[in-house]
Nanobody, 118 residues
Framework: QVQLVESGGGLVQAGDSLRLSCAAS????????MAWFRQAPGKEREFVAG????????YYGDSVKGRFTISRDNAKNTVYLQMNSLKPEDTAVYYC???????????WGQGTQVTVSS
């Protein structure tokens, strides 16, 4: 497994941008599929974005398509989530996840809070 630490969350206004980072430990980071999920109070965890090992393929949840961009830097063992045009409904705890396939994520970070005020 890989250890994951998210950072970059905070309080912003609607329409602002924010970039989340997820730093991973271990030498095998480049072999993992990485993803971002989020969970708002009282709601189920939601898939936000995913990226394959090389960064050549990316996947997005319908609610963030066109606004969020996932990327990774394997040399830095880091995955990013660039969030633009933020909306109050984007308010949630954002989690980074790592897995060997897009359907199974075995490692999770502790989460970072993103709050978007209207």
């Amino acid at each position: 497994q890989v250890q994951l630490v998210e950072s970059g969350g905070g309080l912003v206004q609607a329409g602002d941008s924010l970039r989340l980072s997820c730093a991973a430990s271990g030498r095998t980071f480049s072999s993992y599929v990485m993803a971002w999920f989020r969970q708002a109070p009282g709601k189920e965890r939601e898939f936000v974005a995913g990226i394959n090992w090389s960064g050549s393929n990316t996947y997005y949840g319908d609610s963030v398509k066109g606004r969020f961009t996932i990327s990774r830097d394997n040399a830095k063992n880091t995955v990013y989530l660039q969030m633009n045009s933020l909306k109050p409904e984007d308010t949630a705890v954002y989690y980074c996840a790592a897995g060997k396939t897009t359907s199974s994520y075995g490692s999770w970070g502790q989460g970072t809070q993103v709050t978007v005020s209207s």
